[in-house]
C-alpha cells in the first residue's frame, strides 16, 4: 500500500488517509448541521442548499491528490480544507465544466 508524507516527515498509508478523510467530511456536515440546521453550498452568492434538488458535496480545497504530492498529507483530513459546493459549484472549482469562464483552457 502506498504511503505518504506528512509536514513533520512521518509517513501514512492510503487507507489511512482515505479512512481520515471520510470522517472530516462526515464532521463537516456534523458541524453545519449543528451550526445551521441544514447544510447548503458554502460558495459567496449561490445560495444553494440540500433542497434545491443538487446533491451538496464536500470539496477539498486543495485536493488529497495536491496534498499528498506536496507532502501536506495531513491538510486532506482538515476540515478548515473542506467547502461545502453544490455540484455546479464544485465542477467549476475543479474545473471540470467544460466552457465555463473559469474552467482553464
Not at 467530511?25 to 434545491?52: S, T
Request: charged fraction near 30%; glycine fraction near 6%; include cysteine.
Amino acid at each position: 500500500m502506498p504511503s505518504y508524507k506528512m509536514t513533520n516527515g512521518e509517513r501514512v498509508e492510503k487507507s489511512v488517509i482515505d479512512y481520515r478523510v471520510r470522517k472530516a467530511k462526515e464532521r463537516k456536515i456534523e458541524m453545519m448541521m449543528l451550526e445551521h440546521g441544514y447544510v447548503f453550498c458554502e460558495e459567496v452568492g449561490c445560495g444553494k442548499n440540500a433542497n434545491c434538488g443538487e446533491p451538496i458535496d464536500c470539496s477539498h480545497d486543495i485536493s488529497v491528490d495536491e496534498c499528498q504530492k506536496m507532502g501536506i498529507t495531513e491538510w486532506a483530513w482538515d476540515v478548515k480544507n473542506i467547502t461545502m459546493r453544490c455540484r455546479t459549484c464544485h465542477k467549476i472549482h475543479d474545473k471540470t465544466i467544460i466552457g465555463h469562464p473559469l474552467t482553464k483552457k
